[in-house]
Protein backbone atom coordinates (compact mmCIF):
# COMPACT_ATOMS: atom_id res chain seq x y z
CA UNK A 1 0.00 0.00 0.00
CA UNK A 2 1.41 3.48 -1.10
CA UNK A 3 1.85 6.23 1.41
CA UNK A 4 2.71 10.07 1.65
CA UNK A 5 5.47 10.77 4.36
CA UNK A 6 5.43 14.87 4.96
CA UNK A 7 8.87 16.32 4.52
CA UNK A 8 7.58 20.16 4.96
CA UNK A 9 3.97 20.51 6.72
CA UNK A 10 3.94 24.14 5.20
CA UNK A 11 2.33 26.89 7.22
CA UNK A 12 -0.58 24.65 8.36
CA UNK A 13 -1.97 21.65 6.87
CA UNK A 14 -4.62 19.15 7.85
CA UNK A 15 -7.09 16.42 6.56
CA UNK A 16 -10.13 17.35 5.48
CA UNK A 17 -13.16 15.33 3.88
CA UNK A 18 -17.12 16.51 3.81
CA UNK A 19 -17.35 16.46 7.19
CA UNK A 20 -19.30 15.00 10.11
CA UNK A 21 -23.01 16.64 10.17
CA UNK A 22 -25.31 15.34 12.95
CA UNK A 23 -23.18 15.81 16.00
CA UNK A 24 -24.21 19.78 16.81
CA UNK A 25 -26.34 18.12 20.17
CA UNK A 26 -22.97 16.69 21.55
CA UNK A 27 -20.98 20.01 20.48
CA UNK A 28 -19.75 18.84 17.87
CA UNK A 29 -19.42 21.20 14.41
CA UNK A 30 -19.68 19.21 10.80
CA UNK A 31 -16.33 21.09 9.88
CA UNK A 32 -14.53 19.39 6.84
CA UNK A 33 -12.97 21.32 4.07
CA UNK A 34 -13.52 25.14 3.73
CA UNK A 35 -13.48 25.21 -0.14
CA UNK A 36 -15.89 22.12 -0.39
CA UNK A 37 -15.65 23.23 -4.34
CA UNK A 38 -11.93 22.56 -4.55
CA UNK A 39 -11.90 19.40 -2.46
CA UNK A 40 -14.56 17.81 -4.94
CA UNK A 41 -12.72 18.86 -7.98
CA UNK A 42 -9.42 17.23 -6.87
CA UNK A 43 -11.36 14.29 -5.75
CA UNK A 44 -12.43 13.90 -9.33
CA UNK A 45 -9.55 14.63 -11.15
CA UNK A 46 -7.97 11.23 -9.41
CA UNK A 47 -11.29 9.45 -9.80
CA UNK A 48 -11.98 8.94 -5.74
CA UNK A 49 -15.46 9.58 -4.40
CA UNK A 50 -16.58 13.14 -2.99
CA UNK A 51 -16.03 11.91 0.61
CA UNK A 52 -12.38 10.87 0.21
CA UNK A 53 -10.03 12.67 2.51
CA UNK A 54 -7.64 15.25 0.84
CA UNK A 55 -5.05 17.42 2.60
CA UNK A 56 -6.00 21.39 2.87
CA UNK A 57 -3.27 23.62 2.35
CA UNK A 58 -3.46 26.89 3.87
CA UNK A 59 -1.21 29.49 1.91
CA UNK A 60 0.82 26.85 1.09
CA UNK A 61 4.64 25.39 1.59
CA UNK A 62 3.49 21.32 1.82
CA UNK A 63 6.23 19.24 0.25
CA UNK A 64 5.39 15.43 0.69
CA UNK A 65 7.36 12.58 -0.71
CA UNK A 66 5.18 9.48 -2.41
CA UNK A 67 6.52 5.74 -1.56
CA UNK A 68 5.03 3.62 -4.11
CA UNK A 69 3.34 4.96 -7.42
CA UNK A 70 0.17 7.22 -6.57
CA UNK A 71 -1.47 9.26 -8.45
CA UNK A 72 -2.57 13.20 -7.44
CA UNK A 73 -4.20 16.64 -8.32
CA UNK A 74 -4.02 19.95 -6.55
CA UNK A 75 -7.10 22.17 -6.88
CA UNK A 76 -8.24 25.84 -5.07
CA UNK A 77 -5.69 28.41 -4.60
CA UNK A 78 -3.60 28.63 -7.10
CA UNK A 79 0.43 27.70 -6.55
CA UNK A 80 3.42 26.81 -7.98
CA UNK A 81 3.82 23.22 -8.06
CA UNK A 82 6.86 21.28 -8.28
CA UNK A 83 7.98 17.51 -8.91
CA UNK A 84 11.50 16.49 -8.75
CA UNK A 85 12.01 20.53 -8.80
CA UNK A 86 10.42 20.63 -12.63
CA UNK A 87 6.86 22.96 -12.50
CA UNK A 88 4.30 20.63 -12.85
CA UNK A 89 0.69 22.29 -13.38
CA UNK A 90 -1.97 22.36 -10.69
CA UNK A 91 -5.94 21.21 -11.32
CA UNK A 92 -4.38 18.65 -13.54
CA UNK A 93 -4.30 14.56 -12.79
CA UNK A 94 -0.55 13.66 -12.01
CA UNK A 95 0.94 10.49 -12.11
CA UNK A 96 3.84 10.09 -9.72
CA UNK A 97 6.39 7.17 -9.13
CA UNK A 98 7.85 5.86 -5.59
CA UNK A 99 10.39 8.68 -4.38
CA UNK A 100 8.87 11.37 -6.26
CA UNK A 101 9.23 14.66 -4.19
CA UNK A 102 6.05 17.03 -4.77
CA UNK A 103 5.94 20.08 -3.78
CA UNK A 104 3.16 22.92 -3.41
CA UNK A 105 4.72 26.50 -3.08
CA UNK A 106 3.34 29.66 -1.86
CA UNK A 107 -0.12 30.24 -2.79
CA UNK A 108 -0.32 33.37 -5.53
CA UNK A 109 -4.25 33.87 -5.43
CA UNK A 110 -6.32 32.03 -2.85
CA UNK A 111 -6.03 31.07 0.37
CA UNK A 112 -6.30 27.17 0.52
CA UNK A 113 -5.49 24.12 -1.42
CA UNK A 114 -6.59 20.75 -1.88
CA UNK A 115 -4.39 18.01 -2.83
CA UNK A 116 -5.61 14.43 -3.28
CA UNK A 117 -4.29 11.36 -3.87
CA UNK A 118 -6.02 8.37 -6.17
CA UNK A 119 -7.77 6.35 -2.81
CA UNK A 120 -7.88 9.17 -0.41
CA UNK A 121 -6.18 9.13 2.73
CA UNK A 122 -6.87 6.61 5.23
CA UNK A 123 -6.13 7.93 8.64
CA UNK A 124 -8.82 6.78 11.51
CA UNK A 125 -12.24 8.30 10.78
CA UNK A 126 -13.63 10.14 14.34
CA UNK A 127 -17.30 10.29 14.08
CA UNK A 128 -17.71 8.97 10.48
CA UNK A 129 -14.81 11.88 9.45
CA UNK A 130 -11.00 12.36 9.05
CA UNK A 131 -11.71 16.18 9.21
CA UNK A 132 -9.43 17.79 11.18
CA UNK A 133 -12.09 20.45 13.60
CA UNK A 134 -9.34 22.96 14.41
CA UNK A 135 -12.21 24.27 17.04
CA UNK A 136 -13.31 21.48 18.87
CA UNK A 137 -9.94 19.21 18.58
CA UNK A 138 -11.75 16.56 16.85
CA UNK A 139 -10.33 14.50 14.08
CA UNK A 140 -5.94 13.73 13.51
CA UNK A 141 -3.97 16.90 14.33
CA UNK A 142 -2.14 19.24 11.93
CA UNK A 143 0.26 17.51 9.57
CA UNK A 144 3.79 17.87 11.06
CA UNK A 145 7.35 16.70 9.27
CA UNK A 146 7.90 12.92 9.20
CA UNK A 147 4.02 12.02 9.50
CA UNK A 148 3.11 9.27 6.94
CA UNK A 149 -0.11 9.28 5.32
CA UNK A 150 -1.41 5.72 3.91
CA UNK A 151 -3.49 5.75 1.19
CA UNK A 152 -6.90 4.49 1.10
CA UNK A 153 -9.49 2.08 -1.36
CA UNK A 154 -11.92 5.32 -1.74
CA UNK A 155 -11.75 5.44 -5.62
CA UNK A 156 -14.30 5.50 -8.07
CA UNK A 157 -14.03 5.55 -11.94
CA UNK A 158 -10.89 7.02 -13.78
CA UNK A 159 -12.25 10.51 -15.19
CA UNK A 160 -12.64 11.43 -18.55
CA UNK A 161 -10.93 15.03 -17.93
CA UNK A 162 -7.38 15.36 -16.61
CA UNK A 163 -7.57 18.95 -16.31
CA UNK A 164 -10.39 21.21 -15.11
CA UNK A 165 -9.78 25.09 -15.48
CA UNK A 166 -9.02 26.76 -12.61
CA UNK A 167 -10.89 29.32 -10.65
CA UNK A 168 -10.91 32.63 -12.52
CA UNK A 169 -8.91 35.30 -11.25
CA UNK A 170 -10.90 37.87 -8.96
CA UNK A 171 -10.62 41.26 -9.93
CA UNK A 172 -11.99 43.63 -7.10
CA UNK A 173 -13.57 42.40 -4.17
CA UNK A 174 -15.19 38.98 -4.02
CA UNK A 175 -19.11 39.24 -4.23
CA UNK A 176 -20.62 36.42 -1.80
CA UNK A 177 -24.64 36.74 -2.19
CA UNK A 178 -27.13 36.96 1.29
CA UNK A 179 -30.55 36.15 3.10
CA UNK A 180 -30.72 38.72 5.65
CA UNK A 181 -31.98 37.37 9.11
CA UNK A 182 -32.29 35.36 10.90
CA UNK A 183 -31.64 38.28 13.33
CA UNK A 184 -31.10 41.32 10.81
CA UNK A 185 -34.27 42.91 12.80
CA UNK A 186 -31.68 43.71 15.90
CA UNK A 187 -29.70 45.41 13.83
CA UNK A 188 -30.95 49.85 12.29
CA UNK A 189 -31.36 50.54 8.86
CA UNK A 190 -28.46 52.33 8.81
CA UNK A 191 -26.27 49.58 9.68
CA UNK A 192 -28.13 46.92 7.17
CA UNK A 193 -27.51 49.19 4.17
CA UNK A 194 -24.08 49.72 5.10
CA UNK A 195 -23.65 45.81 5.10
CA UNK A 196 -24.50 46.13 1.20
CA UNK A 197 -23.06 49.18 0.48
CA UNK A 198 -19.56 49.00 1.29
CA UNK A 199 -16.95 46.84 1.21
CA UNK A 200 -15.31 44.78 3.96
CA UNK A 201 -11.72 43.82 4.64
CA UNK A 202 -10.82 40.45 5.40
CA UNK A 203 -8.42 40.05 8.62
CA UNK A 204 -5.58 38.80 9.45
CA UNK A 205 -7.33 36.93 12.58
CA UNK A 206 -9.42 34.99 10.27
CA UNK A 207 -9.06 31.51 10.11
CA UNK A 208 -11.32 27.40 9.56
CA UNK A 209 -13.78 29.24 12.19
CA UNK A 210 -14.61 32.65 10.30
CA UNK A 211 -13.65 35.31 7.81
CA UNK A 212 -13.12 38.20 10.47
CA UNK A 213 -13.96 41.53 8.81
CA UNK A 214 -13.42 45.08 8.93
CA UNK A 215 -15.59 47.88 7.13
CA UNK A 216 -15.94 51.59 7.78
CA UNK A 217 -17.37 51.25 11.34
CA UNK A 218 -19.09 48.80 13.52
CA UNK A 219 -22.65 47.87 12.79
CA UNK A 220 -24.95 49.13 15.33
CA UNK A 221 -27.97 47.64 16.99
CA UNK A 222 -31.32 48.39 17.45
CA UNK A 223 -32.08 46.40 20.47
CA UNK A 224 -30.58 45.99 23.68
CA UNK A 225 -30.49 42.83 25.79
CA UNK A 226 -29.28 39.65 25.55
CA UNK A 227 -29.92 37.01 22.46
CA UNK A 228 -30.60 33.23 24.00
CA UNK A 229 -27.48 30.66 22.26
CA UNK A 230 -28.63 29.95 19.14
CA UNK A 231 -27.79 27.22 16.48
CA UNK A 232 -25.11 28.14 14.06
CA UNK A 233 -24.25 27.65 10.48
CA UNK A 234 -21.19 27.81 7.98
CA UNK A 235 -22.33 31.21 5.98
CA UNK A 236 -23.77 32.90 9.08
CA UNK A 237 -22.60 36.55 9.57
CA UNK A 238 -22.82 36.65 13.34
CA UNK A 239 -21.98 40.74 15.16
CA UNK A 240 -19.91 40.44 18.37
CA UNK A 241 -21.01 43.41 20.45
CA UNK A 242 -17.82 45.02 19.00
CA UNK A 243 -19.95 45.55 15.42
CA UNK A 244 -17.75 43.64 13.01
CA UNK A 245 -19.36 40.94 11.70
CA UNK A 246 -17.77 37.24 11.67
CA UNK A 247 -18.52 35.18 8.29
CA UNK A 248 -18.60 31.42 10.18
CA UNK A 249 -16.76 28.80 7.89
CA UNK A 250 -16.30 25.27 8.28
CA UNK A 251 -15.24 25.07 12.02
CA UNK A 252 -17.67 27.53 13.38
CA UNK A 253 -19.33 26.68 16.96
CA UNK A 254 -22.49 24.95 17.18
CA UNK A 255 -24.46 27.65 19.10
CA UNK A 256 -23.85 31.34 19.48
CA UNK A 257 -25.35 34.20 21.61
CA UNK A 258 -24.69 36.96 19.37
CA UNK A 259 -27.01 38.23 16.23
CA UNK A 260 -26.80 36.81 12.94
CA UNK A 261 -27.62 39.57 10.25
CA UNK A 262 -27.70 37.53 7.58
CA UNK A 263 -26.50 34.20 6.03
CA UNK A 264 -24.08 33.54 3.19
CA UNK A 265 -25.51 31.83 0.15
CA UNK A 266 -23.72 28.14 0.49
CA UNK A 267 -22.60 28.67 -3.21
CA UNK A 268 -20.85 31.04 -2.11
CA UNK A 269 -18.97 29.40 0.92
CA UNK A 270 -16.33 28.34 -1.18
CA UNK A 271 -15.14 31.39 -2.63
CA UNK A 272 -15.44 33.10 0.87
CA UNK A 273 -12.46 30.63 2.49
CA UNK A 274 -10.58 31.62 -0.28
CA UNK A 275 -10.26 34.71 0.62
CA UNK A 276 -6.97 36.26 2.43
CA UNK A 277 -5.74 38.46 5.00
CA UNK A 278 -6.35 42.32 3.10
CA UNK A 279 -8.77 40.41 0.13
CA UNK A 280 -12.43 42.62 0.42
CA UNK A 281 -15.72 41.02 0.05
CA UNK A 282 -19.11 42.38 -0.92
CA UNK A 283 -22.41 41.10 0.12
CA UNK A 284 -25.40 41.11 -2.27
CA UNK A 285 -28.91 39.99 -1.32
CA UNK A 286 -29.09 36.93 -3.12
CA UNK A 287 -32.54 36.82 -6.01
CA UNK A 288 -35.53 36.41 -4.39
CA UNK A 289 -34.53 37.37 -0.88
CA UNK A 290 -36.30 39.98 1.63
CA UNK A 291 -35.30 43.38 0.52
CA UNK A 292 -32.37 45.78 2.55
CA UNK A 293 -34.08 48.80 3.83
Known amino acids: M ?6 RPGIRTTVQDRGRPGFAAVGVGRSGAADLAAHDAANRLVGNRSGAATLEITVGGLAVRTVGPVSVAVTGARVPLTVNGSDR ?4 LLHLAGGDLIEVGHAVTGMRSYLAVRGGLDVPPVMGSRSTDTLSGVGPAPLTEGDRLLV ?5 AWPAEEIIP ?3 AVAGPTVVRVD ?3 RDDWFTPASIRALFEHEWTVTPESNRVGVRLHGPGP ?3 ARRGELPSEAMV ?3 LQVPSGGAPILFLADHPVTGGYPVIAVVDEEDLSAAAQARPGDRLRFRARPGANPHP
Request: net charge negative; charged share 15%; aromatic share 4%.
Open 89 to 92: PDHA
Open 234 to 236: AGA
Open 166 to 168: PPP
Open 152 to 156: GADVG
Open 180 to 182: LGP
Open 2 to 7: PWLEVV
Open 219 to 221: LHR
